[in-house]
């Protein structure tokens, strides 16, 4: 069975301040997608960034980077000086394949994340 | 690129009454997925379209659900006799052909049974 667990339920920090938001998973699937969304306050789930199983690289997209380990099964994300507008509730999500070529999404139970001013 | 719109965005009900949800997702996507989120929780994954077809179907989704998708378009999920422990919010959400399963979530209907 497929699983994501994010410890942090809540982390606050000062605007400008690095925040690093964990993602541990578990998975029998070789090939696999992992994601990270945010939803702000609104409800709608925004997509950030996306992972495949086979490419450990890790990369940074603007403020964001994100740390994929294989071996611990981890999947960790990263916001360098964080704004006010960061705060919402950030989930991970593991991709696993559907009849037919889809797929679905398993997500953690997400952490809050509040940048004060 | 219109994103993925979900109608009504918030629904009260009294427990016994029928609900209907509508989506419609980004043109050209022709898959289609339904969750459904708690509060505090993930969204946990309700059903899946493939254009028309509804090839998957959580245990979640008990006998007072049901979902269709006709022509391939806009998705539409039913609760019928709804429960209290109906109150949720029921995400859309649609990916295309190509696009590393990626898929791109609507604003949600927010269901108040009382």
């Known amino acids: 069975a497929q699983k994501v667990t994010q410890a942090q339920t809540e982390i606050s920090v000062v605007e400008k301040e690095d925040v690093t938001l964990d993602c541990v998973y578990e998975?029998?699937?070789?090939?696999?997608?992992l994601f990270w969304y945010k939803q702000p306050p609104s409800g709608e789930l925004v997509f950030l960034i996306r992972?495949?199983?086979?490419?450990?690289q890790n990369e940074i997209s603007g403020r964001y980077s994100w740390n994929f380990q294989k071996s611990t099964s981890s999947f960790n994300f990263t916001i360098t000086a964080s704004q006010v507008v960061d705060s919402a509730v950030y989930f991970c999500?593991?991709?696993?394949?559907?009849?037919?070529?889809?797929?679905?999404?398993?997500f953690g139970t997400g952490t809050q994340l509040k940048v004060e001013l | 690129d219109t994103g993925v719109s979900q109608d009504p965005r918030h629904k009260i009900t009294k427990r016994g009454q029928n609900v209907t949800f509508r989506c419609d997702p980004i043109?050209?996507?022709?898959?289609l997925y339904w969750y459904r989120q708690t509060l505090g929780q993930g969204p946990e994954f309700l059903t899946y379209?493939?254009?028309?077809?509804?090839?998957?179907k959580s245990r979640l989704l008990s006998n007072r659900f049901s979902a269709e998708r006709p022509k391939g378009s806009f998705s539409t999920l039913e609760i019928q006799r709804t429960e209290q422990g109906d109150s949720a919010m029921y995400l859309c959400a649609s990916r295309g052909p190509a696009g590393g399963d990626t898929q791109y979530f609507g604003p949600g209907t927010r269901l108040t049974v009382l």
């Open positions: 379209f493939q254009n028309e077809a509804q090839l998957e």
């Open positions: 999500a593991l991709s696993v394949l559907l009849t037919g070529g889809g797929n679905k999404l398993t």
């Open positions: 992972r495949n199983s086979f490419d450990e």
């Open positions: 998975t029998r699937d070789t090939t696999y997608y």
């Open positions: 043109s050209e996507h022709n898959r």
